[in-house]
């Protein structure tokens, strides 16, 4: 158990009627301390989305998708919040929010590779 370590992750949902409360799985997001790593992974296809809303705007879904990521990835188009340490870049993209883009509870798990662990959850919770 030495080798292994704490992540915790999210599973990023879109929401296309908030008021309806249903939601596809796009991505998930995984943040390990003790690796210093911070990572989301995305499905690329996102047609399906509609299936809920045939209205669906797939153009502005996929820009707050690359905002997401480049908080995630602390890059300056992300603004002030993507130059927060990498804790608070996951507190903050995780925080509950009532919009098209959330994500689920936070979960935790141990792992020896996180990009691994990112992987397969991607692979568990969207494909």
Not at 16 to 22: A, K, L, N, Q, S
Not at 54 to 81: H, N, P, T, V
């Amino acid at each position: 158990m030495q080798d292994k370590q704490l992540y915790e992750y999210a599973v990023l949902r879109v929401v296309p009627r908030v008021e309806r409360e249903e939601f596809i799985n796009v991505g998930v997001v995984l943040y390990c301390s003790g690796r210093q790593f911070l990572d989301v992974i995305v499905d690329s296809e996102l047609t399906r989305l509609n299936a809920f809303n045939a209205d669906i705007d797939l153009e502005q879904i996929q820009s707050y998708l690359r905002a997401f990521r480049q908080i995630c990835e602390g890059r300056k188009e992300g603004g002030a919040i993507g130059s927060l340490p990498l804790s608070s870049r996951f507190r903050w993209l995780t925080a509950t929010r009532s919009t098209i883009l959330q994500t689920s509870k936070v979960h935790a798990g141990f792992c020896e590779d996180p990009q691994q662990a990112l992987s397969h959850l991607f692979n568990q919770q969207v494909s």
